[in-house]
């Protein structure tokens, strides 16, 4: 199964913008979803993840401001960005986490970029 990010574009600082992220096929239940991001110059960070059963975990940087949707029926996952900052900047990423071992899986994709201007 892979995952497909879209939705990205330019935003102006406080501004919202949201993510979609697509799977080729069926989710297993023990896999969690989550949306990473790496800025330029920046390694891949951990934006928000959500498991079947709905629970999250969300980046210090980013909680009471982005909300990660999951459908499981439609296996895709979405990711709400408001009050949106500079900082926010960078490519962001789906990806699926196996539950068990706290592996990701190696595809990422080709993501999409987000532009923050301030």
């Known amino acids: 199964v892979q995952l497909q990010a879209s939705g990205g574009g330019l935003v102006q600082a406080g501004g919202s913008l949201r993510l979609s992220c697509a799977a080729s096929?069926?989710?297993?239940?023990?896999?969690?979803m989550g949306w990473y991001r790496q800025a330029p110059g920046k390694q891949r960070e951990l934006v928000a993840t959500?498991?079947?059963?709905?629970?999250?975990v969300y980046a210090d940087s980013v909680k009471g401001r982005f909300t990660i949707f999951r459908d499981n029926g439609k296996n895709t996952v979405a990711l709400q960005m408001n009050s949106l900052k500079p900082e926010d900047t960078g490519v962001y990423y789906c990806?699926?986490?196996?539950?068990?071992?706290?592996?990701?899986?190696?595809?990422w994709g080709q993501g999409t970029l987000v532009t923050v201007s301030s």
């Open positions: 096929g069926s989710v297993p239940r023990y896999y969690a």
């Open positions: 990806n699926m986490i196996d539950t068990r071992s706290g592996y990701t899986s190696n595809y």
């Open positions: 959500i498991r079947i059963g709905a629970s999250t």
